[in-house]
C-alpha cells in the first residue's frame, strides 16, 4: 500500500499555507498512478519521492503531480517533502533531483517547527510582447491601466516559468475572477505554470496570488517556485540589490493565509526560497 503523507506548506498553522501531498516511496508507481493519486487528493501537487541508492548524501529523485499534469518544480511540495523527510529522519541537508534540476535543501528547526529552504535552479527573466500581456490581462479581466508602470510584465523561471504582473493597488489583486478556460489556454501555448500577480505593499514586502487552472486548481495558496521566479526577476530588474530578503504574503485572499520568505545572495545567481511546513491533522493514509 502506498503511503501518503498530507501538509500545509509556507505556514505554521494547518488551517493555513498550501496543501500538498507527500508520497515518500514512489519506487513503482508509473506515471499514470501518480497522475491518478494526485487528482485524488486534490492539492495543487503531491511530490513523489524515491531515494537514490549509493549516495553519501540524503539524496531523492522527485517528481511533482498537479491533478491533471507533472509539472518540472514545485516550491511548497518540495518544503512539504523535506519537511516530511526531517520528520522521519531528522533535519539537515537534503537534495532533490527534479526535471528541472538539482535542488539543495536544508531543513531546521525554529521555535519547535522544521522550515526548509530550497534552492532555485538557474533562473531566467525572459521579455513578453505587449499584445501577449493584452491577452493575460483580457483572461484575468484586468486593463493595462491596472499595472504598475514600475515592475513591468516579465516571464520569469527557476524551474518553471511564470508569468509575472504588477498592480498599483491591493484592492485590484484582491479583485480576481478570470476565464479560466481563455488562461489555461493562454498559458499551455507558452508553457507556463502559474501567473505571479503582485502588488508592492514596500521594497522588501509583495503580497502575490497565483492563477493555476493549467493544473486544474483555479489558484494556488502560496507557491514556492513562483517566489523563487520572483526574486530573480526583481534582481534582473534592479528592484532588489545583489543582497536581499523578501517577504511575500500569499494565500490572504483564499482565506489561507502563507508566508514565503525570498533571499538573494552576493555572488549566487540562485534564489532561495524559506518557508514551514506542518502535518494536516489526516496526515498519514
Known amino acids: ?3 501518503v503523507l498530507r501538509y500545509a506548506a509556507f505556514t ?6 498550501n496543501k500538498a501531498g507527500v508520497v515518500p516511496d514512489a519506487t513503482g508507481l508509473t506515471d499514470q498512478q501518480m497522475l ?10 503531491t511530490a513523489f519521492l524515491t531515494a537514490v541508492p549509493g549516495t553519501a548524501d540524503r539524496r531523492y529523485q522527485v517528481r511533482y503531480f498537479a491533478p491533471t499534469l507533472e509539472v518540472p518544480f514545485c516550491g511548497h511540495a518540495t518544503v512539504a517533502a523535506a519537511v516530511a523527510v ?5 533535519p539537515g541537508e537534503l537534495v532533490f533531483e527534479t526535471k528541472a534540476g538539482t535542488v539543495p535543501v536544508q531543513v531546521a528547526e525554529q521555535d519547535g517547527v522544521l522550515h526548509a529552504t530550497l534552492t532555485s535552479v538557474e533562473p531566467e527573466v525572459l521579455p ?3 499584445e501577449e500581456v493584452e491577452q493575460a490581462l ?3 479581466g484586468w ?27 491591493r484592492e485590484r489583486l484582491a479583485d480576481l475572477a478570470y476565464d479560466f478556460d481563455g488562461l489555461a489556454a493562454f498559458m499551455t501555448a507558452r508553457d507556463l505554470v502559474t501567473l505571479q500577480l503582485v502588488w508592492r505593499e514596500s521594497e522588501t514586502v ?3 496570488r497565483d492563477p493555476f487552472p493549467v493544473g486544474g486548481v483555479v489558484e494556488d495558496p502560496a507557491t514556492g517556485a513562483a517566489a523563487a521566479a520572483f526574486g530573480a526577476y526583481l534582481r534582473e530588474l534592479g528592484g532588489a540589490g545583489e543582497s536581499a530578503e523578501l517577504t511575500l504574503h500569499q494565500g490572504e485572499d483564499l482565506g489561507s493565509p502563507g508566508l514565503l520568505r525570498v533571499s538573494l545572495v552576493a555572488g549566487d545567481s540562485r534564489v532561495r526560497v524559506t518557508g514551514a511546513a506542518v502535518p494536516l491533522p489526516e496526515a498519514a493514509s
Open 206 to 208: 509583495f503580497h502575490v
Open 138 to 140: 483580457a483572461a484575468l
Open 128 to 130: 513578453i510582447g505587449a
Open 36 to 45: 491518478a493519486l494526485a487528482a485524488e487528493l486534490g492539492y495543487s501537487e
Open 143 to 169: 486593463a493595462a491601466a491596472d499595472l504598475d508602470p514600475e515592475l513591468p510584465p516579465r516571464i520569469a523561471y527557476a524551474g518553471a516559468h511564470h508569468l509575472v504582473l504588477a498592480v498599483r493597488t
Open 12 to 17: 505554521t498553522d494547518p488551517a493555513g499555507g
Open 1 to 3: 500500500m502506498t503511503t
Open 86 to 90: 526531517a520528520h522521519a529522519e531528522g
